[in-house]
């Protein structure tokens, strides 16, 4: 028993936005149908790296689903779309505006055979406004959202961050929109269209910066490794190379100070008394500490800090996270039997339910797995999914 048994998806996204958004969906339970493009499938089986044919990428975000391949240009490959769509609860599609509708498979017309339906639309930009008909990439939307510009060192050349922190926002914008209209939905029987822009999920996580700017004006500036707010709470050297210290609060401030580094002193010193003193200060108190964390190794420092109840980290590698044992121990890596690759080890679960645990009952599908078992099941026989086939409507 799973927490979204019964909600029936029909997926037409590609890449990574929608498709992560129904991979989340289909790990919580529900019945994911992704519908493939005819010629080439989704554009994400062309991105390596590949192991014997297939993209890695492709397998990572599309567990919990089944593949089908459509031709949606093709009355009757529609019309294998439409009695899909009869049935279903969500589709999740992230087009650019207006594909949807010369495909014929846009919310109007699937409400007007489906009044229950609910339909998110994931795009760069969103369905209306100016920039509506421009296509969109993450690394678009952090240069145009400001993210770029707080990222990194102040005047130095803008960075984006390490992973597609816009698309996977969007994908889980999705998430909680698509389980509020259900929601609304089984109270109302109303279904409804959901328009989440992948250049706008990620603006109203601005909101430290927002105080700054919205309170007083500040234009928030990029900070490197130093927090906006918090100090001492960023990344510092040690003997042997990083420590990331968290003291955003008074009392592991005060704690790192007596029991980590012991320097009670600091407490009193004018410079570093409330948080915005320390906060002012920062270059002062990080060559301090710094001078005193290059005595020992991040191993030992982190043990310090462990046994005085001041949060502190180290900073990994991918692999060194992965392999952490605390990770190990939540299920942070899971792996499933792919059709062709064998065992293939992927990502675990962002939440843990105690009485209906996420899981992965299905792996990425090939391309076009399930074409016949899901057509059998809408009641069409080997001779006309043959026939189908064979006039390029299915693959
Ligand atoms: C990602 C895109 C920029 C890609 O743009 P394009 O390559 O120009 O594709 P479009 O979406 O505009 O159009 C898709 C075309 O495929 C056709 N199409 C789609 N599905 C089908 C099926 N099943 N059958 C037949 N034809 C199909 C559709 O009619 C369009 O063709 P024609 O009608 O003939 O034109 C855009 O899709 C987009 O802005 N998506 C929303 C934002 C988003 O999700 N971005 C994240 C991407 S990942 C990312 O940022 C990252 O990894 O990093």
New binding site residues.
């Given amino acids: 028993m799973l927490p979204l048994d019964g909600l029936r998806v029909l997926d ?7 498709p992560y958004c129904t991979m989340v969906l289909g790990d919580m339970g529900a019945e994911v149908i992704k ?5 080439g499938g989704d ?1 994400s089986r062309q991105m390596g790296p590949y192991v014997e044919g297939e993209s890695m990428c492709f397998v990572q975000i599309n567990r919990n689903k089944k593949s089908i ?5 093709d009355p009757d ?1 529609r019309e294998i779309f439409y009695q899909l769509a009869r049935e279903a609860d969500v589709i999740v599609e ?3 505006p207006g ?1 949807t509708q ?2 014929k498979v846009d919310f109007e017309t699937i409400r007007g055979m489906n009044p229950g339906i609910i339909y998110c639309s ?3 930009f969103g369905q209306t406004g100016p920039y509506r008909e ?6 678009v939307a952090q240069g145009m959202t400001g993210l770029m510009s707080m990222t990194g060192e102040a005047g130095k050349r803008p960075m984006k961050t390490g992973i ?1 922190v ?2 996977i926002g ?1 994908g889980i914008t999705a998430v909680y929109s698509i389980l509020a209209a259900y929601i609304h939905r089984q109270k109302t029987g109303e279904g409804q269209h959901i328009d989440i822009a ?1 250049a706008e999920c990620g603006l109203p996580w601005f909101t430290w910066e927002a105080a700054g700017y919205f309170g007083n004006g500040t234009q928030p500036e990029a900070t490197g490794w130093r927090h906006r707010v918090s100090a001492p709470y960023q990344s510092l050297r040690t003997a042997d190379g990083y420590l990331m210290l968290g003291c955003a609060n008074q009392r592991t401030w005060e704690r790192f100070c007596q029991d980590v580094v012991n320097r009670p002193e600091w407490m009193e010193d004018r410079r570093f008394v409330t948080n915005q003193d320390r906060r002012q200060n920062v270059e002062a108190l990080e060559a301090l500490i710094e001078e005193i964390l290059a005595a020992d190794t991040t191993e030992n420092w982190l043990a310090r800090c462990d046994a005085a109840g001041v949060p502190a980290g180290p900073v990994n590698t991918f692999e060194q996270a992965l392999q952490d044992k605390h990770y190990q121990a939540r299920g942070m890596v899971q792996s499933f039997q792919h059709p062709t690759l064998g065992k293939v080890d992927t990502l675990g679960f962002a939440s843990k339910f105690s009485s209906t645990p996420q899981e992965i009952r299905q792996s990425a599908p090939l391309f076009a797995q399930h074409t016949d078992e899901v057509l059998e099941e809408l009641g069409l026989d080997a001779s006309r999914i043959a026939a189908l086939r064979a006039g390029g409507a299915v693959v």
């Fill in positions: 037409i996204s590609q890449i990574m936005a929608g519908v493939e493009k005819a010629k554009d391949a459509l031709n949606l240009k490959g992230n087009y650019r594909v010369s495909l994931i795009s760069g421009k296509g969109g990439f993450d690394l597609a816009y698309d969007a992948v």
